[in-house]
């Protein structure tokens, strides 16, 4: 009989410094909800890696005096090490810097802008590079980023978005006709009551003013860090959005 296929993947770290404490618990606790899933004789998948891409990261290999490519080698090479010193039993590391990723996120890319889900527009902004993150005006306090506290600064440039508010309603619906699908219950209602509920924003997926990042169709834009990093988590399964 076929053994029942369970997916398991850690956030892939930053790779702008080595890892914190939260990341390094995350890879143990996961690890060990894979071993456990693999002694309950489950086909396991266990994911981790790193996201590579940003303004944070182009900036730190700038003052290093190294490309961005060097800086991420470098660090990633740090994490996996880390991983694997503390036995760490991932059955995939990804890097968002390797080839089949950024093949997979380009032509994502084109296929959302040619069926009509991502439009060319203008962000206008607070941003937090450590965040790689834009905030409203009633979002910062005192000019500080309201999850960090870093200084934030004022942005305003053109962007793609792709249009998350068109999939608020058939959100909505998944989730009641599929009441586990959001676990736990509290994260569920968080999710309901303070975005799908409120109002679910455009969300910007792309940056004109720095370079290090997956290339467009468009030559002046980068794929924003967010839909990059996010992808990973299927891209790494093999998905190709050329033959879905």
Not at 86 to 97: C, H, Q
Not at 169 to 196: C, T
């Amino acid at each position: 009989m076929e053994k029942e296929k369970f997916y398991i993947t850690t956030a892939i770290t930053y790779a702008s410094q080595k890892p914190h404490f939260g990341n390094t618990y995350e890879a143990i606790m996961t690890d060990c909800v894979a071993r456990y899933k693999r002694q309950r004789g489950y086909d396991v998948f266990f994911l981790t890696g790193t996201d590579e891409h940003g303004q944070k990261i182009e900036e730190k290999a700038a003052a290093a005096g190294i490309s961005p490519k060097e800086y991420v080698d470098r660090v990633a090479g740090e994490i996996r090490g880390i991983w694997d010193l503390m036995g760490v039993s991932y059955d995939k590391f990804i890097r968002t810097t390797d080839d089949y990723h950024v093949k997979a996120v380009t032509h994502a890319f084109k296929k959302l802008y040619d069926q009509g889900d991502i439009y060319k527009g203008e962000y206008s902004g607070w941003y937090c590079t450590p965040c790689e993150s834009f905030f409203t005006e009633t979002q910062v306090t005192d000019g500080k980023c309201p999850d960090c506290g870093a200084p934030v600064k004022k942005a305003n440039e053109e962007a793609y978005f792709f249009r998350m508010s068109k999939y608020a309603d058939r959100l909505m619906k998944y989730i009641d006709d599929n009441p586990d699908f959001i676990q736990p219950e509290s994260r569920k209602k968080e999710m309901v009551n303070n975005f799908l509920k409120a109002g679910l924003q455009d969300l910007c997926v792309s940056r004109t003013s720095f370079k290090w990042g997956i290339p467009t169709f468009d030559e002046k834009h980068i794929v924003y860090v967010w839909l990059d990093a996010l992808m990973n988590y299927i891209t790494a399964l093999g998905y190709d959005p050329d033959n879905e």
